[in-house]
Every structure is written in C-alpha cells, then in structure tokens.
C-alpha cells in the first residue's frame, strides 16, 4: 500500500469513523456524482434543494438531487449499522436512486445496450444474472490481498456489467464510497478537475482488463479526503 496512504490512514483512525460528514462535503458528494451525468446541474442547485429550497430548481434536478441524498443515507446508514452489501441492499439502493423516474428501480436490464462514449459493450442482459452472482460471491470473499485493488475492482466492475438501465454511475460511486467507509477511509470526491482520469482509468479496465492504473487513482482521491475530512 502506498506510504502516504499508511500514514493517512494512522491519523484517520483516530477518529470513530467518517460517516457523520460536515454539510459542506455532503453537498459536494451529491454534486460531484449527479454532474457526472448533468452538466448542468450548479453546486448551488444543491445547496437549495438540501435546505428544502426549490426555487428556480427543475422538478427534474431536485428530483435527481433528493434521491441521491437518500440513496447516499442508505449506504451511510448501512456502514453504521455493519450492514452487507448484498444483491437486496444493492438494489434497494438502486430503487431509491430512481424513485419517481420512468425507471423501474431494482431490476436489471432485459435489453442489450451500448454505453456512449465507452469502446466496451457490456454484456448482453441474458448474462447479467450470472455476472451479478459472481460479483457478489467475490464481494462475499473478501480482501484477499490489496484492499483498495478489491474495493476498486467492486466499483468497476459494476460500471462493466452496468445491470440496470439507469443510473449505474451514480449507483456504482455510492458503492466505492460505502466500501471505503466500511474499511475505516473517507469517501472520495470525483470533481471536474479529475474526471478526465477517472474515465481514462476506468475503461482502462473495461477494455485492457487492467486495474493498477484506477487503483493508483482511487488512493490520490483518497489522500485528498482524508486530508480535507
């Protein structure tokens, strides 16, 4: 593991845990993820709807925005309470990210799909299944040698399958953050600063099969959150 990280990681324990996240961060959090997908979408748009404000906010992005807050209160509530990422509480999480969309949340995709921009199709729907039960059996075994390898590979090869229609971005961000939190780190923030790496070394992994360039990513984000929180 990275030296920096080591000794991060030795100052970070000193505190309970990261769940109970300043106001500030939260909101970065909600943006940050949710931007991914609207570019137009303001920080400040955020900030409103956090504060029961809707004014000058479309019904659609306060719709985005109070879903992901409550899917990320999911995911925070599972980590306080140890509770398992498992293939039920992957989909309640998925199904309050589309509560009140035309998407049905919790069920995986029936129809072939093409993701824009990406070189890597993922697999036909009539694999999903399959590829869903191998994923979670390598979530069930656990660390078997690098931790932030294993926590990069549960993020990525979510975006690979991509198993529902909709949202699998934002569904798989709020996963890498509840790995992290679950193993005592802080959640990463993927700002526009970073984006053009983060999707670099992500289809780094879905084409080549490589992980050590997200991986060695995934710990910069880290070190940033661990010296901000």
Do not use: W
């Not at 909600?30 to 609207?38: L, T």
């Not at 035309?102 to 399959?130: A, F, M, Q, W």
């Not at 961000?173 to 983060?198: H, I, K, T």
């Amino acid at each position: 593991m990275n030296n920096d990280l080591i000794l991060a990681l030795k100052e970070a324990k000193q505190k309970d845990s990261y769940v109970a996240l300043p106001d500030d961060f939260l909101c970065k959090l909600i943006f940050s993820s949710i931007s991914f997908d609207d570019s137009n979408l303001k920080e400040s748009d955020v900030e409103k709807v956090l504060k029961g404000e809707f004014t000058g906010v479309s019904a659609d992005k306060v719709l985005k925005i109070i879903n992901q807050k409550n899917a990320l209160n999911k995911v925070l509530s599972m980590v306080e309470n140890k509770e398992p990422l498992n293939e039920n509480a992957l989909k309640d999480i998925h199904q309050i990210l589309c509560e009140g969309t035309n998407v049905i949340g919790g069920l995986y995709r029936n129809v072939n799909i093409s993701v824009k921009g990406s070189n890597h199709t993922p697999c036909s729907h009539e694999k999903v299944y399959d590829r869903m039960d191998k994923y979670f059996h390598f979530i069930e075994d656990g660390a078997k040698g690098d931790l932030f390898e294993y926590i990069s590979y549960i993020h990525l090869q979510l975006l690979k399958i991509h198993p529902f229609l909709d949202c699998n971005g934002r569904l798989s961000r709020l996963v890498l953050n509840y790995e992290l939190l679950s193993n005592g780190y802080a959640p990463v923030l993927f700002l526009q600063d970073v984006r053009s790496d983060y999707f670099k070394t992500v289809e780094t992994f879905k084409v080549e099969k490589e992980i050590v360039p997200f991986v060695d990513f995934l710990v910069k984000e880290e070190l940033k959150s661990l010296n901000i929180l």
